[in-house]
């Protein structure tokens, strides 16, 4: 957890907001002035009602006693409009600070979170990232709406009135000032016990979040499996966690205003009798006492909102930890300098000496190495888990390698602008994604100056436009989140189209065909034949007939190359791929 205080963290990270901050303070502190002065205009009505031409408004050189009543008349007039400009323009400069803030916020924990390594989110859960996205920073906007306002005119108030009672009557404004230290310090006792409890909100906010997110993802297998009643008490469990956390955090927090209100009804009943009794007897004019009783109401009363405002204050800060917290996780992939044009690429790639393994694994690759010539395609086959997809993954620097270097024509890929050396490579993953929208957006998506002709081109290629042109809306079929509504087979083909159209010198088909008919398959063969000439591709396959002709195979197990040769030599080896080709030629009883 970072040390510094959540507030001083936001102040820092908003810093380029610093005169939106101090204007829309001016306001609000200029608005409290103008809300303050009623009190003194009774006080001086009161005043002028008793003491006529010797009030404190003849002193300003108005003697006629209608005149002044006029002149405050007038000056009520100037005072209440002046105080509904300023609350006009606070309201609309906090709630535009509001906005941008959370705006900020959102962009700079997105964009930092696209920078952060894959294993991140391997151990995160998408729905407590969603969570932080969006409820955490949506709650420090309600804050900055209206928390932030309060309690700054609520310091205004205590200053102002404080000062202006112990100008007029120091010997009575002492009773209204001794419940505030009280309210104080009692304040800062209840944010120390409700900050935990808080945190504690938010992260059973992010788990059940993370709960929801998951189930809904996984509808078809909870219904398949028919779990609907073990998720559902899954759910429950988890929502009355974050149900308990929630009263407990309420139950200390609605404390908090019943004891602030005995503070200050032992104030003002102390200004209403000593302050009645001083009057009498002529210690100080009425209209003084009338402005002490009044402004006391306005010195204290609003300390009765001090504990919801708190209570505010508090979840917002707490989601700004949270939100703070992701921002400043360290970046472990760095961005190189060198500048990579694809147009320059020439495709050879160089694994050396690579080490790596998963966090908390052992290792999977050891003394790695790999050469890919320029132009070659290369078929990578074995068992799972023998670190085939990891290469791929290191090549597109998902996660960094623990020991070795990796080249693209001679060069270490860290040294290349990590945007540049993603563009140069088009990856088919196995775990095919496709965004909700149209399947035109889908095979556009990362080339969105492609034109119709080019999707449909690249369409062909992959042996997807047949089926595309028979669904009723064509291109322009929405294909579902995650693409639920095509099958596996077509959402394979979908995604090497968007392969297909990124037009890369390196193409990676990480078990590209592995949910096609040999039909399609076949089709898919003969249209990579063209895809794959003038560019490096690597192939990673179960199917031993996705890679026959490659111009190179190798075959891995427990991350170690045990056999490399074109289908032929391997098959005359008669070593591990002659075993797998047995099994899925038929050859094996």
């Known amino acids: 957890m970072h040390k510094d205080p959540a507030l001083k963290r936001l102040l820092e990270s908003q810093s380029s907001q610093k005169s939106l901050i101090i204007l829309a303070s001016c306001c609000s502190v200029i608005n409290k002035l103008f809300d303050l002065a009623p009190p003194v205009l009774i006080g001086l009505s009161v005043d002028v009602v008793v003491r006529q031409e010797n009030s404190w408004v003849s002193n300003l050189g108005i003697k006629s006693v209608y ?347 860290e040294k290349f602008n990590l945007t540049d050396l993603r563009k140069a490579i088009a990856l088919v993953s196995q775990e095919v994604y496709l965004f909700h929208g149209s399947i035109i957006d889908n095979i556009s998506y990362g080339n969105n100056n492609a034109n119709l002709n080019q999707i449909k081109k690249a369409a062909e290629l992959s042996e997807s436009i047949e089926f595309i042109e028979s669904l009723p809306e064509g291109f322009n079929t929405i294909v579902g989140e995650r693409g639920q509504k095509l099958s596996g087979g077509q959402c394979q083909r979908i995604a090497l189209a968007r392969a297909i159209l990124k037009d890369a010198p390196i193409l990676i088909l990480d078990e590209a065909t592995a949910s096609v008919d040999n039909e399609t398959e076949a089709a898919i063969q003969r249209s990579l034949s063209k895809v794959t000439s003038n560019r490096t591709t690597i192939v990673i396959a179960h199917r031993l007939s996705t890679v026959k002709n490659a111009n190179k195979i190798v075959v891995l197990d427990k991350g170690l190359i045990v056999e490399t040769g074109d289908h032929e030599s391997l098959i005359n080896k008669k070593g591990i791929y002659y075993d797998l080709w047995k099994v899925q030629a038929g050859f094996v009883n």
């Open 67 to 413: 005149n002044q009543i006029i002149f405050l008349a007038i000056a009520s007039l100037i005072i209440w409009s002046a105080e509904s400009l300023f609350e006009y323009l606070y309201g609309i400069l906090w709630r535009n600070l509001a906005q941008s803030t959370q705006h900020n916020l959102r962009i700079k924990a997105y964009s930092h979170l696209q920078n952060l390594e894959l294993s991140f989110f391997e151990n995160d859960s998408s729905g407590r990232l969603l969570s932080i996205l969006n409820e955490d920073i949506n709650q420090l906007e309600r804050f900055l709406d209206h928390g932030a306002n309060q309690i700054l005119q609520l310091f205004v108030t205590i200053l102002l009135v404080g000062l202006a009672m112990l100008f007029l009557a120091p010997g009575i404004a002492i009773f209204a000032f001794i419940p505030i230290p009280i309210i104080f310090f009692g304040s800062i006792n209840f944010q120390k016990k409700l900050a935990p409890r808080y945190r504690e909100v938010r992260e059973r906010a992010g788990d059940l979040a993370s709960r929801l997110g998951n189930n809904i993802s996984g509808m078809l297998t909870i219904k398949s499996f028919t779990s609907e009643d073990w998720e559902l008490e899954r759910v429950t469990y988890e929502s009355n966690l974050y149900r308990k956390s929630n009263k407990k955090a309420i139950k200390l927090s609605a404390a908090f205003i019943p004891l602030i209100r005995f503070a200050i009804l032992f104030a003002f009943l102390a200004i209403l009798i000593v302050g009645g009794f001083k009057s009498l007897a002529g210690d100080i004019e009425v209209g003084t006492y009338s402005f002490l009783v009044f402004i006391t109401q306005r010195l204290l009363w609003p300390l009765t909102t001090l504990g919801n405002v708190l209570d505010e204050y508090q979840r917002s800060m707490a989601s700004t930890n949270r939100v703070l917290d992701l921002i400043d996780r360290p970046i472990k992939i760095l961005d190189g300098t060198q500048r990579l044009f694809a147009n320059n690429i020439k495709g050879k790639i160089n694994f050396k000496n690579v080490y790596f393994n998963y966090p908390e694994r052992p290792k999977l690759l050891k003394n790695f190495n790999l050469e890919i010539s320029p132009g070659d395609t290369i078929g990578i086959v074995g068992p799972t888990g023998s670190g085939k997809s990891t290469l791929v993954k290191l090549l597109l620097r998902l996660y960094p390698i623990k020991q070795g270097t990796i080249e693209l024509d001679g060069n270490p890929i």
